[in-house]
């Protein structure tokens, strides 16, 4: 069973970094697209970034310039790193395949406040 496991959330003062971390489990890791979203609260969730098995990346507008996603095949994980954060990236951050499967894992909280 396809399983994601989202860590490293937390609160940051603007201009801050976060890591973020997800792994992966019950697919091949290696053949996926995988992608970060995050919804905040009132909003729908959506795309901030994706990285393609051969390692090309592609970043919402919002964030780009900011963030940077990673992955590793062989410990079936997906990075995002977070660099001058701001208030408006407050949300709850999931990572997924892109396009996204109905399977998703608790997500991890990042704040970006004073």
């Known amino acids: 069973q396809v399983q994601f496991v989202e860590s490293g959330g937390g609160l940051v003062q603007p201009g801050g970094s976060l890591r973020l971390s997800c792994a992966a489990s019950g697919m091949i890791f290696s053949f996926a697209t995988m992608g970060w979203y995050r919804q905040a609260p009132g909003n729908q969730r959506e795309l901030v970034a994706f990285i393609r098995s051969g390692g090309s990346t592609n970043y919402a507008d919002s964030v780009k310039g900011r963030f940077i996603i990673t992955r590793d095949n062989a410990q079936n994980t997906v990075y995002l790193q977070m660099n001058s954060l701001r208030p408006e990236d407050t949300a709850v951050y999931y990572c997924?395949?892109?396009?996204?499967?109905?399977?998703w894992g608790q997500g991890t909280q990042v704040t970006v406040s004073s």
């Open positions: 997924n395949t892109r396009p996204y499967s109905t399977i």
